[in-house]
């Protein structure tokens, strides 16, 4: 039995409630939606695990579905804004040719926030072609084909997303940047672009995150984790917004939620939203008597992302009244050294080339001779004359099978000492040492794969299955010296004895302390005196201010024994 196609499940009728026809920009159709689709998975058709909206049975795509526009809805201020607000807060039009008004611009000469000098078409990874701005003809005005500001219905920004999604679409973007921001089709594209291949800061796609994870959470993650994952200050609301609108594609499209876990601080946002009607955070009537979890969770297995395994920086700057980030992300650690701008080549590859083979087992790069025209059209993007470069750019993940044919050839030392996500093994965080090697592409990039505990590794790779991580992964110190709440022996108190549960040991920056007092006020702030005297330590007080209102009218004085300085005696335990 077929299984229907995504236009078929999400009619224009529900496309209508997302975008409603009154108020939705011009940019946003039905028509290019689709179109958008239908181009992504032609372009795809030699691998299905690159189509989008094409899972296995008809519950997968109404999940992906939903969340895209859960996410995109927010991104684009419910398909109102096809420009960044406040990077074209105005524009103008003159000849055909648009203008904008970036927020605090008075004239002269402008950086763009979202534009890394030192990526250039021929850097890897690269970039389109930017720097200083002149003021244009209008005055007060700037070209917005000379900005990377955040477009579309995911607001794409920076110049080295503009270069890849132009690649992958096979348009230039790096020339007319705001084709996404006037055509329908392309702005589409660049949204099904990134869905489908940025693991932003967590490394794994949204499309991989929904199809694989059953998880709305690890989409955030990806599109805006460095403000929302938990809410960074003023973002609680954009977190409520955001959750409002995924009940409501899910509502519209007949499935309940996927988890939250992904996203530090998503679950309880929710929790809070529906169990006080908004709170003071927002309102999230949409989710009322949403279900909380699906009832069939997506099948299919995690696929590599086919053009970008180098997690390209996520849109940043969504554009509602209270911009996303008014001070751009900074730019990737792996850019090259700054250098001057250089013009896209214009020669044609030799065979001699290497360009990702996706064809057939799709394990690695191929110097035959025999890459696709659009390959050999768009050499900045596709060719190398180092297999390195081509394994690093397109294979990543799976760096040492692409270079050597064989993923257990590891680095071959005693390691870094540092704990990875065995994603080929045991699928648990490990300690790189000579037992359990890290991949190259992980252990010569350590900041940005690897952590120095296995509890802050756990958390950033399996917080859907932190106690399996914990459980079986590296080993930690005993940390026999720090101090513990001892909640199993009946009273308040901490101890140092070593004898701690492993869930302590495992998360000691949680519940380990390296003084007495600072145990006792985290975990028995109510009984600080008994936890003192209870551990063996004469209560003395910990110096903190307080009022006693024994003194005349109440007097403010320092939680210690009386006799020295301000101290005007222990504090009740109250």
Known sequence: MSVAAPCTILTSAIFDIFAPAATRNALYTYAGFCSAINSWNTINAANAANQIFMGSTELDRRHELAAFFGNTMHESDHFQASREYYMCQTTTTVG??????????????????????????????????????SESSQAGYLEADSLFLGRGPIQLSWNYNYIDAGAALSVDLCTNPDLVATDSVVAWGTALWFWMTSGGQSGTTCHDSVISYADFGGTLHTINGGNECPAASGFDGSVVSRLDDYCTAATSLGVGLLGLTNCNGLQTAFDECISTGGGSNGVCTACDGVTAAPTEGPTSAPTPPPTNPIPTKSPTSAPTPAPTTLAPTPPPTTAPPTQS???????????????????????????????PNYMTNNPSAYMYSELSDCCTKHYNWIYDTCMYGDISSGSGGVGTGLYFPDWLGMDICELDNDGSVAPDYMSSNPNGW??????????????????????????????????????????????????????????????????????CEFNYSW????????????????????????????????????????????????
Request: include cysteine; aromatic fraction near 12%; proline fraction near 6%.
């Open 341 to 371: 701008p250089t013009p896209r080549p214009t020669r044609s590859p030799s065979p001699f080339l290497w360009y990702p083979d996706w064809s057939g087992a799709d394990q690695g790069c191929a110097n035959d001779g025999n890459e």
């Open 450 to 519: 690897m952590k120095s505990t296995l509890d802050d590794c756990c958390m950033s790779y399996y917080q859907w299955n932190y106690d399996v991580c914990f459980g079986n992964g590296g080993t930690t110190s005993a940390a026999s010296w720090l101090y513990y709440p001892n909640w199993s022996g009946g009273t308040n108190e901490c101890l140092d004895d070593g004898n701690q549960p492993a869930y302590m040991t495992n998360y000691q920056s949680m519940h380990m302390h390296t003084t007495l007092e600072s145990c």
């Open 527 to 574: 009984d600080i005196d008994t936890c003192m005297a209870g551990s063996g330590v004469v209560a003395t007080g910990i110096s903190r201010w307080y009022i006693n209102w024994n003194i005349g009218d109440g007097e403010c004085v320092q939680d210690c024994t009386v006799g020295t300085g301000s101290c005007g005696g222990l504090a009740h335990a109250w």
């Open 96 to 133: 055909g040719t648009v203008y904008c008004d970036p927020t605090g611009y008075n004239g002269g000469t402008y950086n763009d926030p979202y534009c890394n000098s030192a990526l250039t078409a021929l850097t890897n990874p690269n970039g389109c072609t930017c720097g200083t701005i």
